[in-house]
């Protein structure tokens, strides 16, 4: 008997943590620089910088880029910087080896003046880690002997195909519109990616999206401030040589690298503006696969005694895109107009009950107005709103593994009267439902011939009435015959057997 064997290559996972890391730094605002009367608005945002696997613990290097623009004297000034930390995160039974990803989230930022020059910056960052082994295992493919018979059992497993780190570089030119100032001085500006997509394809990963530009300026030779707001669409492709249309990615963001500068256009004045954003990416890509696993084995005139594993395997249960609609009324007596609204998705919960799932989380909403009266002219309201939303799963598989993930967040906001702001937009998230299974398979065998006289013993006719438990394969494989002859024998149409039955055996005549 020769085994023919095939490889497979697959993931496990390791287990999952989450847990909460926090920034508290002053900071010093350079002497050359307008001093500092109260806050504006900030922004922050979190990237991991490096993530290093141990024995049972992760180190996770993070960053904290943050922006503040602030009231100096009655001018709007801005000053960006950023804070490095790092944090080991106990996790029992990880190794040097395995894949470890992680994401970070902004919870909480909160920056505060403490003189002219120097503020403090005090931030909560959620952090997840999810760690999963690599391995490999054979599984028998085929058996070359002579009336073997095999059962098997067909199952579809998820298989790694993609593992790797990568970049997509978004650059786009934007040209400011007719009747705004030429560009002077950049008092402020925010680069976000909107509408992310990522599709998979032969070869290759679509990306395609929208680069929002908010940019607060100083018209040249100190003239009155410009906002300039604008949305421009972006594609390109990531490679992925063994990639199919049908395979299922699971990419995070990890880090951004933001750039914007002005220029001058043709006629020689500033009045273009360059984005840049380097999103480092984190991708897996995974294959939904048929594969036919070796549970049993034998042949009419030969002892054979299988070797079996515990093979366990990961099946994707489901994989969808759900849009959660926010329409909310929030009071607002601050008067001015709308110039720009932007908002963070924080999810509180995910949580999985029969066919549906349950999310809750807030929305921090921060809406920008203009008062030409006020000097600066700027005033910015922040806004929570929490969200619940129930999302309908198709399939569904008790104790699998659920994780959602927030690919895109769009908001627009209105004055409805003197008193009130309508709200609106879409959360798009990503939701992914996974199973872990566990079973035998034969992975060897030892095979010996049946001695002759053993096999001249057989009566050539028994009778067998049918116990609970038994099935065809086991009848079969105890009388030295073949489930096919006793269907025959019995004139049954198919397998389907039942405790009492009786049946007939007959003695295969091939050994």
Known sequence: MELIKDNLHMNKSKGKMVFSATVDEDFTIPEGKPGMDYKIKDMGEVCIEKVRPMEDRVSIGMC?????????????????????????????????????????????????????????????????????????????????????????????????IANRKDTFRIRESVNINQGMSNIGEIIWQELRVKDLCFTPADGRIDVKGNLSFFVIYQGENGGELNYYDNVVPFSGNLDISNGRQEDVYDINIVSCEKSLISRNDGNGETRIFDGEIIMSLDICGYRNEDVSLLTDIYAPGYEITPKTEKLEYERLVENKVVDIDINERIKNEDGGKIIYTCGDVIVDEIIQKDNKVDIEGT??????????????????????????????????????????????????????????????????????????????????????KVPKEKLKNIPGITGYIVKEGDTLWNIAKRFYTTADSIMEANNLENDMIYPGMKLIILKLYCF
């Open 64 to 160: 904290l880029h943050f922006g503040l623009l602030y009231n100096s004297g009655g001018n709007c000034q801005s000053y960006y910087g950023k804070a490095n930390f790092e944090e080991t995160a106990a996790m029992a039974g990880v190794t040097g080896q395995d894949i470890v990803r992680c994401k970070a989230n902004l919870m909480d930022m909160k920056i505060s003046v403490i003189s002219s020059h120097k503020i403090s910056v005090r931030a909560v960052v959620l952090v997840t880690v999810s760690a999963e082994e690599i391995y490999d295992r054979e599984v028998i493919k085929k058996i070359e002997m002579d009336n073997v018979r095999d059962e098997r059992l067909e199952v579809r497993m998820m298989k790694l």
């Open 363 to 448: 929305i921090s909403v921060q809406i920008m107005m203009e008062d030409k009266d006020a000097m600066p002219p700027i005033t910015v309201s922040h806004h929570d709103i929490p969200f619940s939303y129930q999302a309908g799963m198709d399939k569904y598989e008790k104790d699998s593994e659920l994780c959602g993930k927030v690919n895109n967040i769009s908001l627009y906001s209105k004055r409805i009267s003197d008193k009130e702001i309508s709200v609106n937009g879409t959360i798009k998230m990503e939701i992914m439902a996974k199973s872990t299974t566990t079973t035998p398979v034969v992975i060897n065998a030892d095979v010996e």
